[in-house]
Nanobody
């Protein structure tokens, strides 16, 4: 059972940057795919980015070119968010699982989730 703990959320002005971290423990020897999702109030949870254990990355169209997902080992994943916009405001969740490519952007494909961290972009 992989346990995930996110950190790094906060409030930033439009155009600013934040870096989220996700620390994973227990069960990472299976080399799960790690992903970030986000959920704004009144909206469904939305795919943001994912990274395979061999470092291939995937992004949603809304964040491509502004966000970067990376990992420094099997247990820590980052989401560097640049040029943030008000519409990026949401609770960001880290997830771990073994999705096939066609379901990589679907939240039900991930079995383990963190508690979430709030990101607010406002002037």
């Amino acid at each position: 059972q992989v346990q995930l703990v996110e950190s790094g959320g906060g409030t930033v002005q439009p155009g600013g940057s934040l870096r989220l971290s996700c620390a994973a423990s227990g069960g990472t020897s299976g080399r799960p795919t790690m992903a970030w999702f986000r959920q704004a109030p009144g909206e469904e949870r939305q795919f943001v980015a994912a990274i395979r254990w061999y470092s291939v990355t995937y992004y949603s169209d809304s964040v491509k070119g502004r966000f970067t997902i990376s990992r420094d080992n099997a247990e820590t994943v980052y989401l560097q968010m640049d040029n943030l916009k008000p519409e990026d405001t949401a609770v960001y969740y880290c997830a771990a699982g073994f999705p096939i490519l066609s379901s990589l952007r679907t939240d039900s494909s991930y079995r383990n989730w963190g508690q979430g961290t709030q990101v607010t972009v406002s002037s």
